[in-house]
Nanobody, 124 residues
Framework: QVQVVESGGGLVQPGGSLRLSCAAS????????AGWFRQAPGKEQEFVAA????????YYADSVKGRFTISRDNAKNTVFLQMNSLKPEDTAVYYC?????????????????WGQGTQVAVSS
């Protein structure tokens, strides 16, 4: 079993950047695919980005494509989400997840482990 903990959220102005981190413990993350999901107030959870165990391929929601980048450092047991050109509609709680598979998925139901989430607020 693996535990994941997110960090790096905060308040940022529109057009700004944040880098979220997802640190794993318990077992090595290198054999798990990982994903980021988010949930805005009053909305359902949605897929943001996912990455396979080796770092490729990666997948992105259309709403973040070209602005967000998912990456991983298996030696450090960490997955990252670099978020650039942030918009107010990116405001949400961001969740890191790990899947007991080498292959990434865009479906939240296919992930086995979840963090507690980190709040991202984009506002002027």
């Amino acid at each position: 079993q693996v535990q994941v903990v997110e960090s790096g959220g905060g308040l940022v102005q529109p057009g700004g950047s944040l880098r979220l981190s997802c640190a794993a413990s318990g077992r090595t993350l290198s054999r798990y695919a990982a994903g980021w999901f988010r949930q805005a107030p009053g909305k359902e959870q949605e897929f943001v980005a996912a990455i396979s165990w080796s770092g490729w391929p990666t997948y992105y929601a259309d709403s973040v494509k070209g602005r967000f980048t998912i990456s991983r450092d298996n030696a450090k047991n960490t997955v990252f989400l670099q978020m650039n050109s942030l918009k107010p509609e990116d405001t949400a709680v961001y969740y890191c997840s790990a899947r007991e598979s080498l292959v990434a998925s865009q479906r939240s139901g296919q992930y086995d482990y979840w963090g507690q989430g980190t709040q991202v607020a984009v506002s002027s």
